[in-house]
């Protein structure tokens, strides 16, 4: 006879009057399967923690927002944010999707070269282009955006030494009615920056100038935020037109939109209150139809769009290592996952998740990592069903930013792996070793030996 599962008795005090903000009650399901791939299964194949990539997910996403802007407008383009998960594997699914690449630095640049998309597929961003960046991107007929006017004048003096015209675009910022507002980047529309920037390269005649660029803010809330950035572009392509006869091929939007992810501080989850592909795809696109450009002469549409589209197919397995009282007789439960592998705890609320069946019984937690530091913690307080050491457990949205962002530091980071449509694991990173850790380090001679 299975031997039965003990739960420590639970003294809770049940409220006859009006039920407070959260509800009656919370209902809990164990997750204890992805993808057709069992949890447990997951983690004694290949270690807790794991991370784990929904290929069947990223499709889905990626589709359902393909959707919802190429029914309101007839020329869009999706290119895949590489800062937000640049792993090979996500990478590719996103290009066999059709999704471009869009990049912020030399080593994402190479990335996507190495990937085997066209240059002429590549957009780079960001205000930190080297020279050696600069000429290479030139040669491949790259799209470069421009961050501000000491690299515009950098690649003019290129376009001359290489004897080619280069394609770019001008990063834009503006107001939007977003408090703050993102001005570090690009030039300003309403201060004459961005026209200044125009008036230079359309002067020049060293540069093809092709396209407009904005990216507002981050984990955007407002979709409206974005139709006023897009009729601020339009403005300045239509003056452009107007001015030069020189029209604009495209008008890139960035990037921004929230995931299903809930920000700290907030009242109701973020897949309830959180804009959808919807919200944004019609505020995007009515701007840029309703604007004076002639029907058969839009401009295309470019989203860099990262986060919105990869954080649901992200899940990080980990385990329960103990469960512990605070000095106040508050449950603590420290867990296998630090904030160096969940780097977006210190930003939302993850969903955290059982993996196996547990009881009625919850308790209000606080979910603690292994790392020897107080901000180590993953979730500050969270009604739980109760888990015992060994416990497994899954947490949800985690596929933006945490395998970009997460840091080697106390423990070594993990293995990731990707289920395809098919239920096949597929290990898309080895975890890391001491030996990968310590291959770059060098000890000088003197240092080598010692007695304790």
Not at 252 to 276: C, E, H, Q, R
């Amino acid at each position: 006879m299975e031997k039965q599962r003990y739960e420590r008795p639970v003294i809770k005090k049940l409220e006859t009057n009006m039920p407070n903000k959260y509800g009656l009650r919370t209902e809990y399901r164990p997750m204890t399967h992805i993808d057709g791939v069992e949890v447990t299964q997951l983690i004694q194949d290949h270690g807790s923690p794991l991370f784990v990539i929904s290929e069947q997910t990223i499709r889905r996403v990626y589709r359902e927002a393909k959707k919802a802007f190429a029914t309101r407008y007839p020329k869009v383009q999706f290119a895949w944010s590489y800062k937000t998960n640049y792993l090979d594997a996500v990478c590719h699914v996103f290009h066999q999707e059709g999704s471009w690449a869009e990049v912020v630095s030399g080593f994402e640049y190479d990335k996507a070269i190495r990937n085997g998309v066209d240059g002429s597929k590549i957009i780079f961003n960001g205000p930190d282009k080297t020279e050696m960046d600069l000429e290479k991107a030139i040669k491949n007929e790259s799209l470069i955006h421009m961050d501000h006017l000491d690299e515009l004048y950098s690649v003019i003096e290129l376009a001359t030494k290489l004897n080619k015209k280069p394609k770019v675009a001008i990063r834009v910022n503006m107001d939007t009615g977003i408090y703050p507002m993102w001005d570090r980047f690009g030039f300003n529309y309403e201060n004459g920056q961005a026209w200044d920037a125009l008036n230079k390269i359309m002067r020049s005649e060293k540069l093809e100038l092709i396209g407009l660029h904005c990216h507002i803010g981050t984990f955007m809330l407002s979709a409206s935020a974005y139709s006023a950035a897009a009729y601020k572009l339009a403005d300045l392509a239509l003056g452009v037109k107007k001015k030069y006869n020189h029209d604009i091929k495209y008008i890139d939007m960035g990037g921004g939109f929230a995931s299903k992810n809930t920000l700290k501080g907030s009242y109701l989850p973020g897949s309830d209150v959180n804009p959808t592909f919807d919200d944004f795809a019609e505020a995007i696109t009515s701007a840029l139809i309703n604007s004076n450009f002639e029907p058969d002469n839009l401009p295309l549409l470019i989203l860099e769009t990262g986060r919105a589209l990869i954080d649901e197919a992200g899940y990080l397995l980990g385990t329960v290592i103990s469960n512990k009282r605070s000095s106040l007789g508050k449950r603590t439960t420290i867990v296998d996952i630090g904030v160096n592998i969940l780097f977006t705890s210190f930003w939302y609320d993850h969903k955290v998740t059982p993996a196996q069946p547990f009881t009625q019984y919850t308790e209000d937690t606080t979910i603690y990592g292994p790392l020897c530091m107080n901000i180590d913690v993953i979730r500050d307080s969270i009604s739980l069903p109760l888990m015992n050491k060994g416990d497994h457990f899954v947490i949800h949205h985690v596929g933006a930013y945490n395998m970009t962002q997460w840091m080697q530091f106390i423990t070594l980071r993990p293995k990731v792996v990707m289920i395809d449509a098919n239920s096949n694991v597929h290990v898309i990173r080895k975890g890391e070793t001491i030996d990968r850790i310590t291959e770059f380090e060098a000890i000088p001679k003197h240092l080598e030996g010692f007695e304790l």
